[in-house]
């Protein structure tokens, strides 16, 4: 199992600037992914960026240019930084963790979801 400690969010105006955190603990396997997923009101979950252990990066179009993940591998946290936001941002925010435990399983795990709010 891992745990996922969420933290930061709140409420923002466009053009402003969150950063999300989230922490894991755990059974860590050393080939693995975080990253941050996004629900809007009315909405499915979306993926909006995720980094690999060895440093691999991918991002939502939709973020691209604006947002930025990194992780801290010694201490197993993952950051979102989002700048320049916008109303359509608005969501809740999942932290993920995937743990590669071998060629043909992983394991998902989720974070509870943190607000993000972008006044217009």
């Known amino acids: 199992q891992v745990q996922l400690v969420e933290s930061g969010g709140g409420l923002v105006q466009a053009g402003g600037s969150l950063r999300l955190s989230c922490a894991a603990s755990g059974s860590i396997f050393s080939i693995n992914a975080m990253g941050w997923y996004r629900q809007g009101p009315g909405k499915q979950r979306e993926l909006v960026a995720t980094?690999?252990?060895?440093?691999?990066?991918n991002y939502a179009d939709s973020v691209k240019g604006r947002f930025t993940i990194s992780r801290d591998n010694a201490k197993n946290t993952v950051y979102l930084q989002m700048d320049s936001l916008k109303p359509e941002d608005t969501a809740v925010y999942y932290c993920?963790?995937?743990?590669?435990?071998?060629?043909?399983?992983?394991?998902?795990?989720w974070g509870q979801g943190i607000q993000v709010t972008v006044s217009s």
């Open positions: 993920n963790f995937r743990n590669y435990v071998s060629s043909w399983k992983i394991e998902d795990y």
């Open positions: 980094i690999t252990s060895g440093g691999n990066r």
